[in-house]
């Protein structure tokens, strides 16, 4: 069955402490893995797409990484406006089906 | 603006009233699809779309329906809305079968 899983649900970081947020995976056949942005009361943005394994994306104090069965999502010193709920997405082997794990809550406190 | 626009944001519904919920793209987007919001469950797949006439079912499709007549509109149809369908609606966009998605800015469905 696929499946993805998030951890943790929740994280508070003190401002400047970088963490890494997991997205662990069973898919049949993965065709990317994606991670989204939320924000209370708003869509999902999109952040990273990846493909394969040993992928890596950047983006400010974002770093995305994969591995044949999990990604993570590192934050290197995170600011308040880093607080959001971060989903990770799979792309199954029909390209029209998408699975997402529940979320990692972040907050950051200054 | 590119956006996904959902109308309405809000409502308030009694047990069996048919509804409709509109979505519009304005990217020329050719995919685009449903989803639903839940504490604990994320984001779940109700229907989706590849192009104009061309749909089908996600993961939890029961008691809805969709139709894609034009290549910006995506309407989500609950003929017989049941408590259960108490949920935040996402309908998102995007170009092609592997990129990522643009969502709207979510409806949020009491049923009563």
């Known amino acids: 069955e696929d499946q993805v899983t998030q951890s943790p649900e929740a994280l508070r970081l003190q401002e400047g402490e970088s963490s890494s947020l997991n997205c662990s995976y069973t898919?049949?056949?993965?065709?990317?893995l994606f991670w989204y942005r939320q924000d209370p009361g708003k869509g999902p943005e999109f952040l990273f797409t990846l493909y394969s394994a040993g992928e890596e994306k950047e983006k400010e104090r974002l770093k995305a990484t994969l591995t044949k069965k999990e990604s993570f999502l590192h934050i290197t010193a995170p600011k308040p406006e880093d607080s959001a709920t971060y989903l990770c997405?799979?792309?199954?082997?029909?390209?029209?089906?998408?699975?997402f794990g529940s979320g990692t809550k972040l907050n950051v406190k200054p | 603006e590119a956006q996904v626009t959902q109308n309405p944001r809000y409502l308030i519904t009694v047990t069996g009233k048919k509804l409709t919920v509109t979505c519009s793209q304005n990217?020329?987007?050719?995919?685009m699809s449903w989803y639903r919001q839940d504490p604990g469950l994320g984001l779940r797949q109700i229907y989706y779309s590849m192009n104009v006439e061309v749909t089908d079912k996600g993961d939890v499709p029961e008691g809805y329906k969709v139709s894609r007549k034009e290549k910006r509109n995506f309407p989500l149809i609950l003929e017989s809305p049941s408590p259960n369908q108490t949920s935040l609606y996402f309908c998102?966009?995007?170009?092609?079968?592997?990129?990522?998605?643009?969502f709207g800015q979510g409806t949020r469905l009491t049923v009563v």
């Open positions: 997405a799979v792309q199954a082997y029909n390209f029209n089906k998408f699975y």
């Open positions: 898919v049949s056949g993965l065709r990317g």
């Open positions: 990217m020329n987007h050719e995919y």
């Open positions: 998102a966009s995007r170009t092609g079968a592997g990129t990522e998605a643009f």
